[in-house]
């Protein structure tokens, strides 16, 4: 371990109690669950048990409120974005010897535990799409993670989120259906990275591809059923079995 390392914080390992207290920051701000927050405010009740199920930007359209929707996607995007930009803020501030090191790169050693340590922001951005995917406050039970995965990819790597916020887009357009959408978009977001960003960033990227195409299992199946709503339709309410969990009606 070199005396950068040491004095930043970390372990032997390259992860130390700087990196523990952004996971957990980046966390806690990533499990608001501003689509359950908003739709109560706004009348609707438990987004829960409204199509879905799901506490995303999507269902919330499903309420007919396009205001509720637009603002859901818009604060769980800026929720990822927000944990990586006050990562990011902190890092000279919580990781002086390293983010001087980035600036001088005193010695070949040095240079090369910067280079190759994982970013702040990049932790912060992994720790919030975990923290909308698996909410502490409702059972570890949330949303799917696009519109955080998408904000957390904009703000690390703006190209790389841009690239990837087109690609759902162009999808959107051409095919009507959000969750296909997402799949693409985030299937091709690490080859966006490997050739725009930094391999931290291929490894969020990456991450964040597997979780979302994790939490998107239903959809993959019906949309290979045919079965799958687009963009816009409504599903019926989400009913509770007498296994206590939800299933639509």
């Known amino acids: 371990m070199t005396a950068t390392e040491a004095a ?13 207290l952004v996971l957990v920051g980046g966390y806690l701000l990533g499990s608001i669950p501003f ?10 009740g438990d987004i829960r048990k409204i199509g879905s199920g799901n506490i995303g930007a999507t269902n919330v359209l499903r309420t007919g409120n396009k205001k509720l929707a637009l603002a859901t996607l818009l604060l769980d995007g800026g929720k990822g974005a ?5 990562a990011r803020a902190l890092t000279p501030i919580l990781l002086p010897a390293t983010a001087a090191a980035t600036q001088t790169t005193a010695s070949p050693a040095d240079a090369v535990a910067v280079t190759t ?4 922001a990049v932790w912060a951005g992994a720790a919030a799409i975990i923290g909308h ?3 502490v406050w409702l059972k570890f039970k949330g949303g799917k993670g696009v519109a955080t995965g998408l904000g957390t990819l904009l703000a690390v790597n703006w190209m790389v989120g841009v690239a990837a916020c087109l ?3 162009i999808a959107a357009i051409l095919f009507r259906y959000s969750s296909l959408s997402a799949l693409l978009a985030f299937a091709l977001a690490p080859f966006y990275a490997y050739f ?4 931290g960033q291929i490894l969020l990227a990456t991450l964040a591809a597997i979780l ?8 993959i199946g019906r949309l290979l059923s045919g079965t799958e709503p687009k963009i816009g339709r409504r599903k019926p309410p989400v009913m509770a079995n007498s296994s206590g969990t939800t299933a639509p009606s």
């Open 35 to 44: 689509g359950l927050i908003l739709t109560r405010l706004g009348g609707f």
């Open 117 to 120: 340590s994982v970013s702040l």
């Open 82 to 86: 927000a944990a990586v930009c006050i």
């Open 167 to 169: 690609t759902w887009l």
């Open 133 to 135: 995917l698996f909410p």
């Open 196 to 199: 725009l960003g930094t391999w």
């Open 212 to 219: 979302v195409w994790l939490r998107h299992h239903e959809n």
């Open 8 to 20: 930043a914080g970390f372990g032997a390992s390259g992860f130390g109690w700087v990196q523990v």
